[in-house]
């Protein structure tokens, strides 16, 4: 890693250089087809609608390496033919990721670059530039409590901002390169550093809540069958799946032929799917292995907090707070895990009476 | 046989893994009113030799323009060159399958999954339990043991059946009735007049069973809700739970780890699975 200073003005010198080595730079913007606050990752022709400053976007950068809708294969079905297609390979920049969505892009990459290679994954991971850029807390944000907040790879060039500058983190070769032929950036020095550590203090202090995390998947394995926990968070959930689909390590997808008008040749596609929906889990038979919205929603936190930290070693959840704003009825990380830590029996002061008899009680039972 | 030997195959054949093999169906045999068996032949000579499975093993069945379903291999490993899938008619995959005719080209990616642990197995007795469908990719480990006979020591199979319409493989399976090396029982429920064998629910032939349970390894497959009642005769046989095997039915749907729709527990069905010991899909949420 190298480390440089650059100013806060030689920013549009990066976009131009930027620019120049890439088809296609895409930035946090306001949305065009909403109109109002809410901002999305898209393509900048304009260095100025770039909004480094965001506090999120609905999507995240999640589609431009896994296409919503990709073509998988292009076939014949009277010959059997079949061909691969090839994956696009435009090359991307993607300017002002946060922390939190380069380490969605680090668990996407335990999933989809694993002893299976997804050649299209692969592709637009290669041809895409990342620069990432520091943030500061909003509401709702529990990046600190999956340790998403920070984040020491995935990434070409990193942004740290230190009021009137910023301080630059180049991880690879053309990172190095670009700094070097399009920005007049200095060496640290101490004061430099100094600015960098007071402002990351700064950020974390700026956390107002950190969820209870203590020995979060043994307790949800634990209360996994307590039906009046789980109806109580799952009940309202109304299938809709928008919560997968803002989500940025939520991958899962489902995969459809489309034949062409001649009814001979035709494309399979893989679109994004989500484990809230009904049919998910359907097996032949119409036999449903998860057949209630509760029992999907209790999955899907399960497969987050527990089934991929078993498997992998990582929670999938980066704690963005996208499918806060998503869900409709209010389902979030925060409350799932809040549910899960509450304790039915802490509330019963330990010289109390009544306690020790729970205490007995309990021994009794062992 | 595993995910990391199946992505090994295709990259050596330098194909992306959502590309299947035609494969041209060769044989096919009514078994039943619903259920076909297919013979296939995968068309590209390189293909066939980098394509080798386990018993238990399962592969994504292509009828291009309806889509895919994940299918049980039932041959044995040991018949080269074919593989046979024994498919009911349920869905729109498989309803178009059975609507083809011999010399047609189908779609196969694969082998997927972990199946069963034959190495472990071998030179131990055997008891093999299938229900129903079930039988399909239990056949496999059954073909294996009979093409391997003399890797196993006792070998007792236990097959049931809600009719004798619905016994698949029963003409086969009446011939193995004659043979001293296989204990082969089988049960129905409903008895018809071409019936004059044992009526009842599979574990009803327990009763006859006789194992060695130190020197034992089960296998189970058929319908969910038949398991915990076979596993129940299996334990009060002494068998160990880590020495009982179970095949798990899911949608498998990339058959490679990252669709997300086979997950039971922390696993997923087409990597870690289909084939579980017990004691593992009991430790897995919803797996039984």
């Given at each position: 890693?190298?480390?440089?200073?650059?100013?806060?003005?030689?920013?549009?010198?990066?976009?131009?250089?930027?620019?120049?080595?890439?088809?296609?730079?895409?930035?946090?913007?306001?949305?065009?087809?909403?109109?109002?606050?809410?901002?999305?990752?898209?393509?900048?022709?304009?260095?100025?609608?770039?909004?480094?400053?965001?506090?999120?976007?609905?999507?995240?950068?999640?589609?431009?390496?896994?296409?919503?809708?990709?073509?998988?294969?292009?076939?014949?079905?009277?010959?059997?033919?079949?061909?691969?297609?090839?994956?696009?390979?435009?090359?991307?920049?993607?300017?002002?990721?946060?922390?939190?969505?380069?380490?969605?892009?680090?668990?996407?990459?335990?999933?989809?670059?694993?002893?299976?290679?997804?050649?299209?994954?692969?592709?637009?991971?290669?041809?895409?530039?990342?620069?990432?850029?520091?943030?500061?807390?909003?509401?709702?944000?529990?990046?600190?409590?999956?340790?998403?907040?920070?984040?020491?790879?995935?990434?070409?060039?990193?942004?740290?901002?230190?009021?009137?500058?910023?301080?630059?983190?180049c991880a690879t070769v053309p990172a190095a390169e670009l700094v070097d032929k399009y920005l007049d950036a200095r060496e640290p020095v101490a004061a430099d550093i100094s600015d960098f550590q007071a402002r990351t203090r700064q950020f974390k202090a700026a956390f107002k809540?950190?969820?209870?995390?203590?020995?979060?998947?043994?307790?949800?394995?634990?209360?996994?069958?307590?039906?009046?926990?789980?109806?109580?968070?799952?009940?309202?959930?109304?299938?809709?799946?928008?919560?997968?689909?803002?989500?940025?390590?939520?991958?899962?997808?489902?995969?459809?032929?489309?034949?062409?008008?001649?009814?001979?040749?035709?494309?399979?596609?893989?679109?994004?799917?989500?484990?809230?929906?009904?049919?998910?889990?359907?097996?032949?038979?119409?036999?449903?292995?998860?057949?209630?919205?509760?029992?999907?929603?209790?999955?899907?936190?399960?497969?987050?907090?527990?089934?991929?930290?078993?498997?992998?070693?990582?929670?999938?959840?980066?704690?963005?707070?996208?499918?806060?704003?998503?869900?409709?009825?209010?389902?979030?990380?925060?409350?799932?895990?809040?549910?899960?830590?509450?304790?039915?029996?802490?509330?019963?002061?330990?010289?109390?009476?009544?306690?020790?008899?729970?205490?007995?009680?309990?021994?009794?039972?062992? | 046989?595993?995910?990391?030997?199946?992505?090994?195959?295709?990259?050596?054949?330098?194909?992306?893994?959502?590309?299947?093999?035609?494969?041209?169906?060769?044989?096919?045999?009514?078994?039943?009113?619903?259920?076909?068996?297919?013979?296939?032949?995968?068309?590209?000579?390189?293909?066939?030799?980098?394509?080798?499975?386990?018993?238990?093993?399962?592969?994504?069945?292509?009828?291009?323009?309806?889509?895919?379903?994940?299918?049980?291999?039932?041959?044995?490993?040991?018949?080269?060159?074919?593989?046979?899938?024994?498919?009911?008619?349920?869905?729109?995959?498989?309803?178009?399958?059975?609507?083809?005719?011999?010399?047609?080209?189908?779609?196969?990616?694969?082998?997927?999954?972990?199946?069963?642990?034959?190495?472990?197995?071998?030179?131990?007795?055997?008891?093999?339990?299938?229900?129903?469908?079930?039988?399909?990719?239990?056949?496999?480990?059954?073909?294996?043991?009979?093409?391997?006979?003399?890797?196993?020591?006792?070998?007792?199979?236990?097959?049931?059946?809600?009719?004798?319409?619905?016994?698949?493989?029963?003409?086969?399976?009446?011939?193995?009735?004659?043979?001293?090396?296989?204990?082969l029982m089988m049960t129905v429920d409903q008895p018809d007049d071409s019936w004059d064998g044992e009526v009842g629910l599979v574990t009803r032939l327990f009763d006859r069973v006789d194992i060695d349970p130190d020197n034992t390894y089960g296998a189970i497959c058929g319908?969910?809700?038949?398991?915990?009642?076979?596993?129940?005769?299996?334990?009060?046989?002494?068998?160990?739970?880590?020495?009982?095997?179970?095949?798990?039915?899911?949608?498998?749907?990339?058959?490679?780890?990252?669709?997300?729709?086979?997950?039971?527990?922390?696993?997923?069905?087409?990597?870690?699975?289909?084939?579980?010991?017990?004691?593992?899909?009991?430790?897995?949420?919803?797996?039984?």
């Amino acid at each position: 890693m190298i480390y440089k200073i650059i100013e806060k003005w030689a920013l549009e010198d990066l976009f131009e250089g930027l620019r120049a080595n890439y088809d296609e730079v895409v930035g946090p913007q306001p949305s065009k087809g909403h109109g109002g606050p809410a901002l999305v990752f898209d393509k900048l022709t304009n260095f100025n609608d770039l909004r480094l400053d965001y506090d999120t976007t609905i999507l995240p950068p999640k589609k431009y390496f896994l296409n919503p809708d990709e073509r998988i294969l292009r076939f014949n079905r009277s010959t059997g033919d079949v061909f691969d297609t090839e994956p696009v390979q435009i090359s991307r920049a993607i300017f002002g990721m946060h922390p939190c969505d380069i380490n969605a892009l680090l668990l996407l990459d335990q999933i989809f670059l694993g002893d299976y290679v997804d050649p299209y994954y692969q592709a637009a991971r290669k041809s895409t530039f990342i620069i990432g850029t520091s943030c500061m807390p909003s509401p709702g944000h529990i990046c600190n409590a999956f340790g998403s907040d920070e984040v020491h790879r995935g990434f070409d060039l990193f942004l740290t901002d230190l009021g009137d500058r910023y301080f630059l983190s180049c991880a690879t070769v053309p990172a190095a390169e670009l700094v070097d032929k399009y920005l007049d950036a200095r060496e640290p020095v101490a004061a430099d550093i100094s600015d960098f550590q007071a402002r990351t203090r700064q950020f974390k202090a700026a956390f107002k809540y950190l969820p209870q995390m203590d020995q979060l998947p043994l307790l949800y394995g634990a209360k996994y069958e307590d039906e009046d926990l789980w109806n109580q968070i799952g009940d309202d959930c109304l299938s809709c799946g928008a919560c997968s689909m803002v989500c940025p390590v939520c991958h899962c997808f489902d995969v459809r032929d489309k034949l062409d008008a001649n009814g001979e040749t035709g494309l399979r596609h893989r679109v994004w799917d989500s484990c809230n929906f009904s049919e998910f889990a359907e097996v032949a038979h119409d036999y449903n292995f998860r057949p209630t919205h509760t029992s999907r929603v209790r999955y899907r936190f399960f497969h987050k907090f527990v089934g991929n930290f078993t498997r992998n070693g990582k929670m999938l959840c980066v704690g963005c707070s996208r499918c806060n704003r998503a869900c409709k009825v209010g389902i979030t990380p925060a409350r799932v895990i809040r549910a899960l830590q509450e304790d039915a029996n802490a509330n019963v002061g330990a010289e109390t009476p009544d306690s020790a008899d729970t205490v007995s009680a309990k021994k009794d039972c062992a | 046989m595993t995910a990391a030997h199946t992505a090994k195959a295709y990259r050596k054949l330098g194909a992306n893994p959502y590309r299947p093999w035609p494969a041209r169906i060769t044989s096919i045999t009514q078994l039943t009113a619903t259920e076909k068996l297919f013979e296939l032949r995968l068309i590209d000579e390189h293909v066939r030799e980098e394509f080798s499975f386990t018993a238990g093993q399962f592969v994504e069945l292509s009828i291009f323009g309806i889509g895919e379903a994940p299918i049980s291999i039932s041959s044995a490993p040991s018949k080269q060159g074919f593989i046979e899938l024994c498919i009911r008619q349920t869905g729109t995959v498989t309803n178009a399958i059975h609507r083809m005719r011999c010399g047609d080209v189908v779609g196969i990616r694969g082998p997927f999954g972990r199946g069963f642990p034959f190495e472990e197995m071998e030179n131990h007795d055997v008891l093999l339990v299938a229900g129903g469908l079930g039988i399909a990719p239990l056949k496999s480990l059954i073909n294996h043991v009979h093409d391997e006979r003399h890797a196993f020591g006792k070998v007792t199979i236990l097959l049931g059946a809600r009719n004798p319409a619905e016994l698949l493989f029963r003409q086969e399976f009446d011939m193995w009735k004659h043979r001293q090396d296989f204990d082969l029982m089988m049960t129905v429920d409903q008895p018809d007049d071409s019936w004059d064998g044992e009526v009842g629910l599979v574990t009803r032939l327990f009763d006859r069973v006789d194992i060695d349970p130190d020197n034992t390894y089960g296998a189970i497959c058929g319908p969910p809700v038949m398991y915990p009642f076979v596993v129940e005769e299996m334990r009060k046989k002494h068998l160990d739970v880590d020495r009982i095997y179970v095949s798990v039915e899911r949608r498998m749907k990339c058959g490679i780890g990252m669709c997300g729709h086979c997950a039971v527990g922390h696993q997923y069905t087409c990597i870690e699975g289909p084939v579980f010991s017990y004691w593992e899909a009991i430790n897995l949420r919803e797996a039984i």
